[in-house]
């Protein structure tokens, strides 16, 4: 047992943690937890871990604060080619047909768990290169980091974090400055982010596609099935749903149809 969390003060703050976000800390991962909780300890300059429990509690702004510090931003650009491919190949060919053929225009994707913002811009960087003139495009990037979201919304990646990003994106879209590369307004208006937690209702309705790559995975199955039934209300009635590539909803009791096309898996809905 730890000097600095006690099982019982472990307990404490897990449940705080899951009840407010559904992320779910195992014993596994206690030492994550430990050392996040000892940082803000630091920071915000209290002595122990019992004032701590007091004060986050009591303070909503610090909630946010932990619930930021708790959640792991792992992103690029590009993350997992054979989603991007999917993506270009098999449904943004299928939302054009199903669109057309109903005289609508209007393509929506919600990029849920963003991050740093690298999703929304491939997303919206995808979408001005295969999407036709004719349609308008609207993506909603949200995540629980509120660093993550300020950092997305000002768009700015240094040049470490634009590996993988192909030499013509770069060119068309972005704009080369002192240490890395800021994304240029012509994307930027496209993408509208957003501080949001998933165990809430979004208030999205009528989405086109979901990105939500990598996140159910810090979810148990309970709140994991919040958030796919909420997916499901929020997604139009032909629409498509990306999740890690670790990640399945194999076992769950959910009306999404399983796709396998000739590059990678994803779910769909068809009401």
């Known amino acids: 047992m730890s ?7 472990f307990e404490r703050f897990r449940t705080l943690i899951y009840d407010e976000s559904g992320i779910h800390f195992s014993e596994s991962n206690r030492t994550i937890l430990e050392s996040r909780l000892k940082e803000r300890l630091r920071v915000a300059k209290i002595g122990t871990i019992g004032e701590y429990y007091t004060f986050v509690r009591s303070d909503t702004e610090e909630l946010k604060v932990l619930l930021d510090a708790v ?10 080619a054979a989603h991007w491919e999917t993506f270009e190949k098999f449904v943004l060919p ?3 047909a199903h669109k057309r053929a109903r005289g609508d225009r209007r393509i929506k ?7 740093t913002g690298e999703e929304p811009y491939t ?6 290169e295969l999407l036709p003139r004719e349609f308008e495009i609207q993506v909603v990037a949200s995540d629980l980091s509120l660093k993550s979201v ?5 768009g700015f990646y240094g040049d470490n974090r634009v590996t993988g990003v192909p030499e013509k994106f770069l060119t068309r879209y972005f704009d080369r400055q002192e240490g890395g590369y800021q994304i240029k307004d012509s994307v930027k208006k496209l993408v509208t982010f957003d501080y949001h937690n998933l165990k809430h209702d979004s208030r999205q309705r009528n989405l086109d596609v979901i990105f939500c790559r990598n996140v159910l995975i810090y979810f148990d199955e309970v709140a994991q099935k919040v958030v796919v039934d909420r997916f499901w209300e929020a997604m139009a ?7 890690g590539h670790s990640e399945s909803l194999f076992g769950m009791n959910t009306q ?9 898996t994803l779910y769909g809905k068809e009401v």
């Open 3 to 9: 000097e600095f969390l006690s099982d019982a003060d």
């Open 71 to 80: 959640t792991t931003n792992l992103t690029r650009f590009f993350r997992n």
């Open 94 to 96: 299928d939302l054009i």
């Open 109 to 115: 994707i919600w990029s849920a768990g963003c991050s």
């Open 123 to 128: 997303i919206a960087m995808e979408l001005l």
């Open 150 to 154: 300020l950092t997305g919304q000002q």
């Open 237 to 243: 009635p032909h629409s498509f749903l990306f999740i």
């Open 256 to 264: 999404f149809k399983f796709i396998k096309t000739d590059y990678a």
